[in-house]
């Protein structure tokens, strides 16, 4: 700071901006950033708080007029270039705690001291890399009207914006899935049967409650012919089968449940749950039950009830 002149700080004049910049003022601003640094040769430092591109600032100072804020003196334009300082603010400084960063804070900060007539000026503090190309990081400050005193100095506190590394998060849910279980299954009659037909029950049970899905087929020229599955009393399914056999002979009944889920989709089906599973996972309960048809000469007429 010049001793010679008192300080009028406006540290309440703080602007920040958005990142969007025209292709145009990039240009431009690029521009002028080289030129600077070729006349300034500072060492620029580098952003060693969040690892931006940043290294440090051109300021442009621009005379405008009081009123209107348009400029109105091209040959007055000032242009300098400032390294990062390596300090930051408010570092316990009295005067800038809470003006208006809080005392806790640490934000890296470049300075740049121009003596310049009075008047009003247009204040732009363009963040740069260490190439002195505009900072893709990071926003221009602006402060569009900033009035200089005669034998006073104005400090301005701008706040140049920088983009945050976007984030998501991946929340992880684990859970097992237990195969069904086939409890108990009974014929009625017997497996051993005289007539044509026969029916079959069969117990089932999963761990996890799933809803279950229950087939049952048998060779060609059997006919199977599942019923509604009921609840009994211990909350089992138990769902019956009546078998239709050709004639004499040994018919396997093939018995499969699988528990189920929804699948994917807005109009999604229940689906058995090994659908959804790596190939060589499975997730089912499995039995082969026999039906046993006896020709006319192995059967006894008119069996007393409940034989």
């Known amino acids: 700071m010049n001793a010679r002149h008192p300080l009028v700080r406006r540290a309440a004049l703080i602007v920040t901006t958005v990142a969007a910049v025209s292709t ?3 240009d431009q601003a690029e521009d002028r950033a080289e030129v600077a640094l070729s006349q300034s040769g500072v060492n620029l430092r580098s952003d060693v708080l969040a690892g931006t591109d940043v290294a440090g600032f051109v300021y442009t100072l ?13 040959e007055g334009v000032v242009q300098t ?4 300082e390596n300090l930051l603010l408010p570092g316990g400084h009295p005067g800038f705690v809470d003006g208006p960063f809080a005392a806790t804070s640490g934000h890296l900060f470049s300075d740049a001291f121009q003596a310049l007539p009075p008047g009003c000026y247009g204040v732009i503090a363009q963040p740069i890399d260490a190439d002195g190309r505009p900072s893709v990081d990071c926003a221009p400050a602006v402060a569009p009207n900033v009035a200089v005193a005669p034998e006073r100095t104005t400090e301005v506190l701008l706040i140049s914006q920088c983009d945050g590394d976007a984030i998501g998060a991946l929340d992880v849910i684990a859970a097992l899935n237990h195969a069904p279980e086939i409890v108990d299954l009974t014929y009625d009659p017997s497996k051993f049967t005289c007539g044509e037909s026969t029916r079959i029950c069969i117990t ?4 996890d409650n799933d809803p279950l899905q229950i087939r049952a087929e048998g060779p060609e020229g059997v006919q199977v012919v599942l019923g509604r599955p009921v609840v009994d009393e211990d909350g089992r399914t138990v769902v019956c089968a009546d078998v239709t056999v050709p ?3 040994q018919y396997d009944i093939d018995w499969l449940v699988y528990d189920t889920m929804n699948g994917e989709g807005l109009r999604a089906a229940i689906v058995p749950i090994e659908t959804q599973l790596p190939e060589g996972q499975t997730s089912h309960a499995h039995l082969v039950t026999p039906v046993h048809a ?7 007429c008119a069996c ?4």
């Open 24 to 26: 145009t003022a990039c």
């Open 62 to 74: 621009t005379p405008i007029d009081c009123a209107t804020g348009e400029a109105n003196n091209a």
């Open 81 to 84: 270039a400032r390294d990062l």
């Open 204 to 207: 089932v049970d999963d761990p």
């Open 247 to 249: 004639g004499p002979g």
């Open 294 to 300: 006896m020709d006319a000469e192995a059967c006894l």
């Open 304 to 307: 007393p009830e409940g034989f």
